[in-house]
């Protein structure tokens, strides 16, 4: 057996509860059977999301305290200015208060209605705001992506020849730019390669489009990289993260999960469309010095994205999860294969066979897996999808229950007691049954919405 190694000890902890299966039966009704909903007083394991909950290393915590407090020309800021400028190779780089602030500005700035934007995959927060800009996205990955048992290391790629067409059909004129997701998020933190980025440059020159990266799981990308593509075998992390970068104009993030800590950014070397960006931030976010951010944020912030290019510290998450997902395999459990980044994901629908798309397998597999276990996922389906113009909802390409691993968080233990869980609910998975919504906020339901069984 191939075990995970922690390289780093643990000198700050938490303690945890786990309450008995009652109580946690009454919380997630309370909760309407929505693992955002439930209080962490009642979650033991908390595998939500990776978003502001990875650990923060000593020197990150230490940083904070010699952080600049100034509306105006922080020390702060230039310290995460230069940090950015060393990982990511940008020197114009704009502050945000986390990654769909980014999203926001990102769509302000360049599209309009009637625009396509092609992306490997969509990222909810980021369909949104193209939405709300009247664009619409157009998803162009290749037919490896949603093979759920695979071993293609690159099923983050974009299509190219999709691509192609794509433009041919709409012009580059109703294409404001071509957005790449590292470690794309929503298909199971699958990674593109950088021979797939440099075709998509190829491209996108030939038709003098821009490419946005959104490089929030740009990290673990840039490891799966270095493990994956030959080319690549003997590069630096650093040297990996500068070439994916390189190939693209705007770079933007989440903090919360690029670096551990709040906050978000957008970089580029492109004075042009620095400009179109720029003004936005004052208006949106805050000075053009801390964008929505505390101080203290930035300069853990900063911290942050210098460790992003050290293999002990991006390998960790990936680690684990490959792990739980080659044993969760083992005991004949339908789980999202290579292990990605950001967690392990589970296919519903194959899981509960017996529960339609419509009454939202991954979220009634979600709220099981809470009640048999303490451990909160969450639901990426239908729940987290929308519905059409006549009420129908738009079935989502995948059902996944999504198990996160924050970086540096959970240890062996947990993780095995998380299998020994997930086993006991295979074993027993006739006794889930599917769901409806209660209560449907009209934008990202997924969020607040409230549901209840069948
Ligand atoms: N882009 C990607 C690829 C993301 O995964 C996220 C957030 C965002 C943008 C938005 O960033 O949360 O800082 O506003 N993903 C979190 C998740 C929420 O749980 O997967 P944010």
């Known amino acids: 057996e191939e075990i995970p190694v922690e390289l780093h000890k643990v000198r700050i902890v ?6 008995p299966i009652d109580e ?12 955002f909903l439930l209080s962490t007083k009642d979650v033991f394991l908390d595998m939500l999301t990776d ?8 020197n990150q915590l230490a940083s904070m305290h010699h952080a600049d407090d100034a509306y105006a020309g922080s020390q702060s800021f230039y310290r995460m200015e230069s940090a950015i400028k060393e990982v990511f190779g940008k020197s114009l780089v704009l502050p945000v208060h986390q990654g769909r602030a980014a999203e926001n500005i990102v769509a302000k700035a360049f599209v309009k209605p009637g625009d ?4 490997n995959y969509h990222f909810t927060t980021t369909k949104a705001h193209i939405d709300l800009n009247g664009g619409e996205i157009a998803e162009i990955f290749t037919d490896q992506a949603l093979i759920v048992k695979s071993n293609n290391p690159f099923k983050g790629n974009l299509d190219i020849e999709k691509l192609k067409a794509l433009i041919a059909k709409y012009g580059k004129e109703r294409i404001p730019f071509i957005r790449l997701e590292a470690s794309t998020n929503l298909i199971g933190g699958q990674p593109f390669s ?6 998509v440059r190829k491209v996108a020159d030939q038709h003098g489009i821009i490419i946005v990266l959104d490089a929030s799981l740009i990290g673990e990308n840039a490891w799966f990289i270095k493990q994956r593509e030959a080319e690549f075998a003997n590069s630096s992390i650093k040297e990996i993260l500068q070439t994916m970068c390189g190939i693209c104009d705007i770079v933007y993030f989440s903090s919360r999960k690029v670096s551990s800590t709040r906050g978000g950014g957008i970089c580029t070397n492109n004075k042009e469309l620095f400009l179109k960006m720029r003004d936005l931030v004052p208006l949106y976010e805050g000075f053009l010095t801390y964008g929505g951010m505390s101080v203290r944020e930035v300069e853990a912030m900063a911290v942050g994205l210098i460790e992003t290019t050290d293999e002990t510290v991006i390998s960790q998450s990936p680690g684990f999860i490959d792990y739980t997902v080659k044993e969760l395999d083992k005991l004949g459990i339908p789980v999202i294969m290579p292990g990605g980044a950001l967690g392990v994901h589970i296919d519903a629908m194959q899981f509960l066979p017996h529960i339609p798309q419509t009454e939202y397998p ?3 597999l979600a709220a099981a897996f809470y009640i048999v276990s303490g451990c909160r996922g969450m639901e990426r389906g239908t729940v987290s999808s929308v519905r059409d113009e006549n009420g129908n909802d738009i079935l989502s390409d995948m059902e996944l229950l999504r198990l996160a691993f924050p970086r540096r968080v959970f240890t062996l233990s947990q993780t095995k007691f998380v299998i020994d869980r997930m086993h006991w609910l295979y074993k027993n998975r006739d006794l889930i049954g599917g769901l409806k919504f209660v209560d449907e906020p009209k934008v990202l339901r997924f969020f607040v919405g409230r549901l209840d069984a069948v």
């Open 14 to 19: 938490q303690k945890l509860h786990l309450r």
């Open 24 to 35: 946690r039966l009454a919380a997630i009704r309370e909760g309407g059977f929505n693992t």
């Open 116 to 119: 396509v934007v092609p992306m």
């Open 51 to 58: 978003s502001g909950t990875n650990a923060m290393s000593d």
């Open 362 to 364: 991954a979220g009634a």
């Open 194 to 199: 950088i021979a797939n980025m440099r075709e």
